[in-house]
């Protein structure tokens, strides 16, 4: 690490609650699983199942990646503040058109989440340069440029195909997350993470207490932002 400017990465006396700012993100994303959860219910078949299983992958990976980013770098700084929120734009944006993801609005979802995947790369790759982290941007963006033709081919086909292009997607995006984001042919590299909070079961918690709760007694759980 250069210079803590350069990388503002999270400290370790940073108070570990979630941001208002990230628990707005988690109940859109909440909005998100919820309309996964329609399809099955609409469609008892195979097939239906299938498409469930790869909306759900992607929708989770969305959530997971960003909380990845705002347990490790600082929260308070404008950028990762500002990357939440183009993210809960996108995120909300490809919600809306999980119903129709495998009909008239595959595009759509497919170019929102190839988008949003890329996107937090590039920025990871910039806000960490210098960092032995660096590399999980880089390597983000690689693995989405593989899997962006994927996505939109199979955004582009309908019916059996859209479902198979699109589940083979999903496993390029597992296989970079196991891989730690590695990109074949160069020298593999020990990372040394930032301080991090252990808290996604906390805002998992955090955002029943406040969806049920509402903002007076969730907020002792969160901090403003």
């Given at each position: 690490m250069t210079s803590s400017r350069r990388v503002p990465l999270r400290q370790a006396e940073a108070p570990?609650?979630?941001?208002?700012?990230?628990?707005?993100?988690?109940?859109?994303?909440?909005?998100?699983?919820?309309?996964?959860?329609r399809t099955p219910v609409q469609?008892?078949?195979?097939?239906?199942?299938?498409?469930?299983?790869?909306?759900?992958?992607?929708?989770?990976?969305?959530?997971?990646m960003t909380t990845w980013v705002t347990d490790r770098l600082d929260q308070d700084w404008w950028p990762v503040q500002l990357s939440v929120i183009l993210t809960l734009t996108a995120g909300a944006i490809l919600a809306a058109a999980i119903p129709r993801a495998f009909g008239a609005d595959g595009l759509i979802f497919a170019g929102l989440n190839v988008g949003i995947r890329m996107g937090r790369s590039l920025f990871l790759a910039i806000v960490l340069r210098g960092h032995d982290m660096q590399h999980i941007g880089v390597g983000g963006v690689v693995w989405?440029?593989?899997?962006?033709?994927?996505?939109?081919?199979g955004g582009l086909t309908h019916a059996a195909a859209r479902g198979v292009l699109w589940a083979l997607g999903v496993a390029v995006g597992y296989f970079a997350m196991s891989a730690n984001f590695h990109i074949p042919g160069t020298r593999r590299k020990g990372t040394r993470e930032a301080?991090?909070?252990?808290?996604?079961?906390?805002?998992?918690?955090?955002?029943?207490?406040?969806s049920s709760s509402g903002p007076r007694r969730s907020c002792a759980s969160v901090r403003t932002w």
């Open positions: 570990p609650q979630a941001t208002f700012l990230e628990l707005f993100f988690d109940l859109a994303l909440v909005f998100a699983f919820f309309q996964v959860s469609q008892l078949n195979w097939s239906a199942a299938l498409q469930d299983v790869v909306l759900f992958v992607v929708v989770w990976r969305i959530w997971f989405a440029a593989v899997s962006l033709l994927l996505w939109i081919a301080p991090s909070r252990t808290t996604n079961t906390t805002r998992a918690r955090a955002v029943v207490t406040y």
